[in-house]
């Protein structure tokens, strides 16, 4: 019987847990892209950002990323890769599935 509640105590406590924890939606990435876009990008690519909007997920990702892990920067990308230095794949991702659903 002690055996049957202890594994009855851990399954009730592992049912509470997991039902705090929600996986993010598809809303949720777009919002926290929207949010980062205005909070960081459209300072220099307008609120509009015209020519990334609708591109693929993964090349807008891809030129992200180039201009993170550039080495000597010029020009506007120097400040461009300040504001992508701290920001994970993730975060770069939602901005990039932000924009592309601007289409």
């Not at 461009?80 to 289409?103: D, G, H, R, S």
């Amino acid at each position: 019987m002690k055996k049957y509640l202890q594994y009855g105590a851990f399954a009730l406590a592992a049912a509470l847990l997991l039902s705090g924890i929600q996986p993010a939606t598809a809303q949720d990435k777009e919002q926290d892209g929207a949010k980062l876009y205005t909070a960081l990008c459209a300072s220099c690519h307008t609120p509009t950002p015209g020519k990334m909007m609708g591109k693929p997920v993964d090349g807008l990702v891809a030129g992200m990323e180039k201009v993170k892990n550039m080495e000597s920067p010029t020009g506007p990308l120097i400040k461009m890769k300040a504001v992508l230095a701290p920001l994970t794949e993730a975060q770069i991702k939602n901005i990039a599935e932000y924009l592309n659903q601007l289409k």
